[in-house]
């Protein structure tokens, strides 16, 4: 692994030691990365196992397939895929290496297809051929097909946020009918207990600014009276959970 990473460091392929779980043993990660021969040579001493990684963007961008699921499969096997350097990776997926573009982006998870990824600037791959794992046209470098680029162009559609509408009292009063009528109704016994639970939820819409605490406060005095609990009661019970 240490020839690897000084023959690509040599050739002028920045790289950086990871752990088998193929996380950066540097500081900085991939940011590490160097075609410093010394520095490689250090590193490889001091993790004589480590794989080696590789940062994408700058010398080439890859397509990660997830071979090991069916959707992947039927991606690869379906897409017209120009013919390009393939590394076979350790869980039998394919890294293909095309030539760097700055329309690819980033990095991308699934937005080509189901557990087909993308690693531009920004990202890094496991060099696998250091392991001895197969290189498919090793001669062959393409640039990115267009429908890639496309595809990789296209912005999800935003999520619409809710639009915040002022609720008044009598809104409010109306969403909350089920609990003034489960404290209405309530067995005597249990009046006090419903009404703590009531003014809880009016207090979970203060926090949310549903409500202003003067208006859940009011709410939670005509729910409590309707059981026929005192006022004083009902007041001292509010104002302890709403401090309006």
Not at 35 to 40: E, H, L, N, S, T
Request: with cysteine; hydrophobic share 40%; net charge positive.
């Amino acid at each position: 692994m240490s020839k690897a990473a000084l023959k690509l460091a040599e050739r002028g392929i920045v790289v950086f030691p990871c752990g088998a779980d193929k996380k950066p043993l540097t500081k900085r990660g991939f940011k590490d990365a160097t075609a410093d021969i010394a520095q490689v040579r250090e590193w490889w001493r001091e993790f004589p196992d480590a794989l080696v990684g590789a940062p994408t963007g700058d010398k080439f961008v890859v397509v990660d397939c997830d071979l090991q699921h069916p959707e992947a499969q039927h991606w690869y096997a379906q897409a017209n895929i120009p013919l390009t350097r393939a590394h076979v990776t350790r869980s039998g997926g394919r890294h293909l290496l095309f030539k760097p573009d700055d329309r690819f982006g980033t990095i991308s998870q699934g937005k080509l297809f189901p557990h087909i990824d993308t690693r531009g600037k920004g990202g890094y791959i496991i060099w696998w051929p250091a392991e001895g794992l197969d290189v498919l046209h090793g001669g062959v470098f393409a640039e990115v097909p267009e429908w890639i680029l496309k595809r990789l162009e296209i912005k999800p559609e935003p999520v619409p946020l809710p639009v915040s509408r002022p609720v008044t009292v009598k809104s409010a009063h109306r969403k909350l009918e089920g609990i003034v009528g489960a404290i209405a109704i309530a067995p005597q016994g249990q009046r006090n207990a419903l009404l703590h639970w009531g003014a809880c939820r009016l207090s979970e819409l203060v926090q949310q600014s549903i409500l202003t605490a003067g208006d859940a406060f009011a709410l939670a005095v005509e729910a409590g009276t309707r059981t026929g609990l005192p006022y004083v009661e009902v007041s001292r019970t509010a104002k302890r959970i709403l401090k309006p």
